[in-house]
T-cell receptor, first 117, second 116 residues
Framework: SQELEQSPQSLIVQEGKNLTINCTSSKTLYGLYWYKQKYGEGLIFLMMLQKGGEEKSHEKITAKLDEKKQQSSLHITASQPSHAGIYLCGAPTYHFAGGTSYGKLTFGQGTILTVHP | NAGVMQNPRHLVRRRGQEARLRCSPVKGHSHVYWYRQLPEEGLKFMVYLQKENIIDESGMPKERFSAEFPKEGPSILRIQQVVRGDSAAYFC??????????????FGSGTRLTVV
């Protein structure tokens, strides 16, 4: 079964600093999703990566998927207190049943980000 | 355009009672997934449903747990005779008919179940 390991498990930075969160898979990734979760709340979709070498950015957050499709990184530039939360990477595994194909997501354990003002 | 709506947000049940968690998917989404987040553990897949069909329940505990997604109305995750170990956050996600592989999965805010 696929396993995702995130590092670091927690991160404390000063506002304005850059930071990187890594997500490493035990198997080749067919895709990789990044979500953010505020404590006690739901998951907010950040980005989806599918191709090796792909890079996407949204505001100050950039996510990359390496060429071998086994590792992804999430980079935040000039962090702000609003970036604080738990960042989760999730990888789908393909299945076919009931006449349809679908994906089940396996998640990493999460990275807790604290940004001090 | 409302996202995935889950209710209640918080649910407290005594041991032995039943818990019913509701999930209304994004309008137009016909695929629903339930995930569970236990304390100190990551999110784990429980069950995948389409309208009136359970497609994959490989992550569901064998006893006391059931799920449905009727033709009309929300998807329901039902836990009978709850025990303290059922205390967790339960998340619902939905995707379009084409599946989430290309279009992503929209998650709800979750239901936090506490068993006392």
């Amino acid at each position: 079964s696929q396993e995702l390991e995130q590092s670091p498990q927690s991160l404390i930075v000063q506002e304005g600093k850059n930071l990187t969160i890594n997500c490493t898979s035990s198997k080749t990734l067919y895709g990789l999703y990044w979500y953010k979760q505020k404590y006690g709340e739901g998951l907010i979709f950040l980005m989806m990566l599918q191709k090796g070498g792909e890079e996407k950015s949204h505001e100050k957050i950039t996510a990359k998927l390496d060429e071998k499709k086994q590792q992804s990184s999430l980079h935040i530039t000039a962090s702000q207190p609003s970036h604080a939360g738990i960042y989760l990477c999730g990888a789908p595994t393909y299945h076919f049943a009931g006449g349809t194909s679908y994906g089940k997501l396996t998640f990493g354990q999460g990275t807790i980000l604290t940004v001090h003002p | 355009n409302a996202g995935v709506m889950q209710n209640p947000r918080h649910l407290v049940r005594r041991r032995g009672q039943e818990a019913r968690l509701r999930c209304s998917p994004v309008k137009g989404h016909s695929h629903v997934y339930w995930y569970r987040q236990l304390p100190e553990e990551g999110l784990k897949f429980m069950v995948y449903l389409q309208k009136e069909n359970i497609i994959d329940e490989s992550g569901m505990p064998k006893e006391r747990f059931s799920a449905e997604f009727p033709k009309e109305g929300p998807s329901i995750l039902r836990i009978q005779q709850v025990v303290r170990g059922d205390s967790a956050a339960y998340f619902c996600a939905s995707s379009p008919p084409a599946g989430g592989l290309n279009y992503g999965y929209t998650f709800g805010s979750g239901t936090r179940l506490t068993v006392v």
